[in-house]
Antibody, heavy 120, light 108 residues
Framework: EVQLVESGGGLVQPGGSLRLSCAAS????????MHWVRQAPGKGLEWVSS????????GYADSVKGRFTISRDNAKNSLYLQMKSLRAEDTALYFC?????????????WGQGTTVTVSS | DIQLTQSPSFLSASVGDRVTITCRAS??????LAWYQQKPGKAPKLLIY???TLQSGVPSRFSGSGSGTEFTLTISSLQPEDFATYYC??????????FGPGTKVDIK
């Protein structure tokens, strides 16, 4: 079964850091681009970051650029999102997603999400 | 950055109705557009990619069309399980891979 499982969310103070992980199983991880998408409570979907199959190509939303870093470890079938200088507006449910391809066509597999709450 | 707008933002419809949702891009994105369905408390589900390709396992009552700047998602005969929020996403120009603001389909 193709599966993505996020972890690492939690409550953090403004200015703090968190590292989200996404464990992949059931598919050949290093053949696909991967994504992070977030959803603030009661709001729509917001694309956060994407990474190519080999990690060479990465991109970030302006709202997180310079604060978040996406990475992957193909040997461990894992995707990561290092988040620093967290703000209240980063509070959201964070999903990792697998792309249909090594290029970018859409997210065909999603995790269940991990909740990040930034509050003092 | 490419912006996406969706219309309507809210739609009230009955079972059996034909429903059309429009997604417009601020500049051309060829056919790099995906559609998702999201139900409360659940992760989104991919319905359509490359503007008109039905994702495996998605019922054929869903269809997508368009290219360039204007796209549509059509549900030919709305079923009870289709009441949800629908999002488009552009994957032509990156970053960002923008999502539209969503269209909520509710029961009339």
């Amino acid at each position: 079964e193709v599966q993505l499982v996020e972890s690492g969310g939690g409550l953090v103070q403004p200015g703090g850091s968190l590292r989200l992980s996404c464990a992949a199983s059931g598919f050949t991880f290093d053949r696909y681009a991967m994504h992070w998408v977030r959803q603030a409570p009661g709001k729509g979907l917001e694309w956060v970051s994407s990474i190519g199959w080999n990690g060479a190509s990465v991109g970030y939303a302006d709202s997180v650029k310079g604060r978040f870093t996406i990475s992957r470890d193909n040997a461990k079938n894992s995707l990561y999102l290092q988040m620093k200088s967290l703000r209240a507006e980063d509070t959201a449910l964070y999903f990792c997603g697998k792309d249909l391809d090594y290029r970018y066509y859409g997210l065909d597999v999603w995790g269940q999400g991990t909740t990040v709450t930034v509050s003092s | 950055d490419i912006q996406l707008t969706q219309s309507p933002s809210f739609l009230s419809a009955s079972v059996g109705d034909r429903v059309t949702i429009t997604c417009r891009a601020s500049q051309g994105i060829t056919s790099y557009l995906a559609w998702y369905q999201q139900k409360p408390g659940k992760a989104p589900k991919l319905l359509i990619y490359a503007a008109s390709t039905l994702q495996s396992g998605v019922p054929s009552r869903f269809s997508g069309s368009g290219s360039g700047t204007e796209f549509t998602l059509t549900i030919s005969s709305l079923q009870p399980e289709d009441f949800a929020t629908y999002y488009c996403q552009q994957l032509n120009s990156y970053p960002p891979f923008t999502f539209g603001p969503g269209t909520k389909v509710d029961i009339k």
